[in-house]
């Protein structure tokens, strides 16, 4: 596959309106107005700190929306998830889909100065899998070819990783791996300096991308400064200003933007009736909704009596009305979920009815397990991170539902995202309250990193080998039509055994402030929103102030 754009005749009908302006004496209007659009302070609300901002051991959407604007890999998404340069201005994928060969840009520099070439790329991608660093997302690399080996400590290098010039990179797979290249454009496999790895680079980060790190303060502030020497040409922002949240208050982050002090906010499930039909909101503030790949669901402990009993968990999605719940309390555009893939994404299934709710067949399922009328199991503790009204309600209704089929529930929310990541990820909870966010557009972004055994991400302790294979399989297969299919079976099955409930499919429903112009959102939502093209308009600053 060649990655150089092609030929658009848009972009010629551009450049000849440039040659008429220069003739007409307009140009030099056109170059001052674009130049009007550098410098200023670009505030956004950061729901829940990071747990670290290096890409090997990024997991978290919070970590990935700095990380987003502070690296570059080899190819990214362009907002209709096309894959197309970054980095690698073009590349070729082989016959046999194993062998990805890749160009680099010349003159890419990192932030230190220093000019990125192919052994960084291989550096970075044999970081991952050292055994030493014990990154999460290791599994994501492992089909290259010796990835496996060198990840076990059993060889010195990774043979499928070669550089074969400053500026050209080769990566050979041991198998077909069709979503190869979007694992590619994820935040994990971005580019590092070598020389500036060391026990707090997850803390001072050193990348590529528009902008740079300056500074931050745990629990306050994450600040990024342009990056003057940006390959794409430097942002129009002259700083990037997070402000860190200790849980997810969505209703604290709306108050704080209708004060002025944030430039974008999502909009609180209290507050999206009343903004969709109100003009003065809509006439004060730009409202951009758009629906997004993702699913909110509650994780099951699969390996925790009495969840182990798959009768159980299928009593447990059967007892809730999840679409009752949504509509009702969630709002904000949700879309009511039946399975695990959303839609929009491949292998999605319109006609999935899921479980419904059926609080009559619930009970019996319970009983056929051993536990009559809930009778039998101890109080099941559900955990979250947020502390949203929203969520807090959605809680509270799983509470009730679970009470009239005799199952007590008692909802928790963790000290910050950090705490309850590492709850989760050590099997710690019965239940858990989570979403997970599409990295890539495919469906192996869901069903293998949410439902695979060996996926540190599957948070629910859920394993079928049956699941495990066919998901293998899935990777390595070539036919779109049969992989395709295959998701939907693995969709299936995983619905029988029922280690999550699917809840809901959030819509990115956002309100920016009326002087943010160059606003792009694409269906990976908020975190990928390239801030480097977003830029304050001034005029339009000094009429909301007045």
């Known amino acids: 596959m060649n990655g150089n754009k092609p030929y658009h005749p848009i972009l010629i009908s551009a450049g000849l309106l440039l040659l008429l302006s220069v003739a007409s004496g307009l140009a030099p209007a056109i170059a001052d107005q674009t130049q009007n659009r550098y ?18 051991f990024i997991t978290g959407i919070y970590a990935v929306t700095v ?46 100065g220093r000019e990125v070439n192919a052994d960084d790329f291989e550096f970075s991608i044999r970081r991952i899998l050292h055994p030493d660093t014990h990154s999460p997302v290791a599994s994501l690399f492992l089909n290259i070819r010796g990835a496996r080996a060198f990840h076990e400590g059993n060889a010195a290098t990774v043979s499928g990783l070669e550089v074969l010039g400053r500026y050209k990179l080769k990566i ?11 694992i590619l454009a994820m935040v994990n496999a971005r580019v590092v300096p070598k020389e500036a790895i060391g026990p707090e680079f997850s803390k001072y980060p050193v990348g590529t991308g528009p902008f740079q790190f300056d500074r931050w303060r745990p629990q306050q502030e994450i600040i990024l400064t342009a990056n003057q020497q940006y390959y794409q040409g430097r942002p129009y922002l002259d700083t990037l200003y997070f402000q860190i949240y200790r849980n997810i208050e969505w209703e604290k982050v709306f108050s704080t933007f209708e004060r002025g002090y944030l430039d974008q906010s999502i909009i609180p499930s209290n507050k999206y009736d009343e903004i969709q039909s109100s003009t003065a909101y809509l006439a004060r503030y730009q409202l951009v909704s758009k629906p997004t790949l993702n699913l909110v669901y509650v994780g099951i ?25 949504v509509k009702s309390i969630t709002k904000r555009g949700s879309i009511p979920a039946t399975g695990i893939l959303p839609p929009g994404i491949a292998g999605f299934d319109p006609r999935l009815k899921g479980y419904g709710y059926n609080p009559v ?32 309600a959605e809680l509270s209704a799983y509470r009730d539902y679970l009470a009239a089929v005799g199952i007590t529930l008692n909802p928790r929310v963790a000290d910050n995202w950090k705490h309850f990541i590492q709850m989760i990820n050590d099997k710690k909870v019965p239940l858990y309250y989570a979403a997970w ?47 395709i299919q295959t998701y939907r079976d693995v969709q299936d099955q995983v619905l029988q055994d029922a280690p999550l409930i699917p809840q809901h499919v959030n819509s990115f429903n956002y309100l920016f402030q009326p002087w943010v112009k160059g606003i792009e959102v694409s269906y990976l939502g908020a975190a990928y929103i390239p801030f480097r093209k977003i830029y304050i308009d001034y005029l339009a600053t000094s009429q909301a102030k007045r």
């Open 39 to 56: 410098g200023g302070k670009y505030n956004v609300a950061l729901s829940s700190e990071p747990e670290s901002l290096d890409p090997a």
């Open 301 to 325: 402990n699969c390996r925790q009596k009495p969840l182990d009993d798959p009768r159980v968990r299928r009593a447990l999605t059967m007892a809730v009305d999840t679409e009752a719940l």
């Open 361 to 392: 067949q619930a009970r019996e399922l319970l009983a056929q397990a051993g536990y009559p009328g809930g009778e039998g199991i101890p109080p099941l503790d559900i955990w979250t991170v947020s502390k949203s009204e929203s969520v807090k």
């Open 172 to 182: 050979t797979l041991d198998q077909p791996f069709s979503p190869f290249l979007s």
């Open 437 to 483: 966010y599409a990295d890539y557009p495919d469906p192996d972004n869901f069903l293998f990193v949410l439902c695979h055994s060996a996926s540190r991400t599957n948070r629910m302790g859920y394993a079928n080998i049956t699941i495990d294979r066919m998901l293998e399989n899935a990777r390595q297969e070539v036919d779109y039509i049969k992989r």
């Open 67 to 112: 990380a987003n604007n502070l690296y570059d890999g080899l190819v990214e998404f362009d907002k209709d998830l096309n894959i197309v340069p970054a980095i690698a201005k073009m590349w070729r994928i082989s016959r046999d889909h194993r062998t990805y060969s890749f160009d680099l840009r010349q003159g890419v520099r990192f932030h230190n």
